[in-house]
């Protein structure tokens, strides 16, 4: 056909073209939403808090670095405080279960 066209005309390449801008958030209403927030840094956070029970505390860990890592690829995302925040908590959680499994690990070689 004479109308016919390469299909990369009709088709640009997606690569190199920059990442969507943000849409303008209210600073305020961004600290109770998470919105445009990384998703690993909502995990982080909410792990975070339940790690003082100190089983998900691991998890929180691996979850805040996790999301410094989405926050390096994607800049326009926030919430490194949620991610400083799980690695934070999650590092003492993990410490004092270390130190129980240890407790209790002396306590039945000692029996």
């Not at 305020?28 to 927030?37: C, Q, T």
């Amino acid at each position: 056909m004479a109308d016919w066209q390469p299909l990369g005309t009709l088709f640009p390449p997606s690569v190199g073209t920059p990442p969507p801008v943000p849409t303008p958030v209210d600073p305020l209403l961004s600290m109770v939403i998470p919105i445009n927030r990384s998703g690993w840094a909502i995990a982080a956070g909410y792990l975070a808090l339940g790690s003082v029970l100190c089983v998900p505390a691991p998890i929180a860990l691996f979850c805040g670095i996790m999301a410094l890592r989405d926050l390096k690829r994607h800049p326009h995302l926030q919430g490194a405080g949620r991610a400083w925040f799980g690695i934070i908590m999650g590092s003492l959680g993990t410490v004092l279960l270390l130190l129980a499994c240890a407790g209790f690990a002396i306590e039945e070689l000692t029996r």
